[in-house]
């Protein structure tokens, strides 16, 4: 193992001792912003390139799911609903897998895959990324399935959040987020909200909120 090795490892399990020590305390913003910061770390180097990288492929998947616990864990924190939650005691058997990566040879203990690492403006890096503030509300509910409609252009599945301005008469879309295809499997997913308009390209991709704010959705696929 080299010095550079050690010394990731060793920051990657103090950010991770960070998390879960403000998860146990109760500091649920502060435990939210470490696990974030880590699973963005982790996910760059499950994503990193053979020659950028000590560790080997099965060993950055790994690393890619642990990234995917961190922010179920996250989502969990900033959800109202109790059922299907990603509890602290489940994160915590995490830690000795981090700890031990490059000799970690059995099983993973949960069901998750890698999130794909998207380019994407991290909060803080762009100014003016707080919510705009609505002229009227009003039409369909935040969150109501009509509101949000799934589409898919091409390799991608799109949500765009829509709300109706009365005095204006028009349907206005607030925010969307997407679905890579390898995302679409059943269970759980957390996924971004951008800023409008919609870029089905996904070239310029910019948060909605500096704030900690996801859509939050569960899978299920029906054979036909």
Known sequence: ????TRSLLQRWGASFRRGADFDSWGQLVEAIDEYQI???HLQKEAQAQHNNSEFTEEQKKTIGKIATCLEL???ALQSTQSQEEFKLEDLKKLEPILKNILTYNKEFPFD???VPLRKIL???EEENLEFEEDEEEGGAGAGSQDSFPPRVP???VFFEFKHYKPKKRFTS???FAFMEMDEIKPGPIVIELYKKPT???RKKLQLLTKKPLYLHLHQTLHKD
């Open 173 to 175: 879309t607030k925010c």
């Open 73 to 75: 864990r996250s989502a």
């Open 1 to 4: 193992m080299s010095e550079g």
């Open 154 to 156: 091409g390799a991608a």
């Open 38 to 40: 880590l699973a963005r």
């Open 112 to 114: 998750v895959q890698p």
């Open 122 to 124: 991290a909060p803080g």
């Open 199 to 201: 870029d089905f390209k």
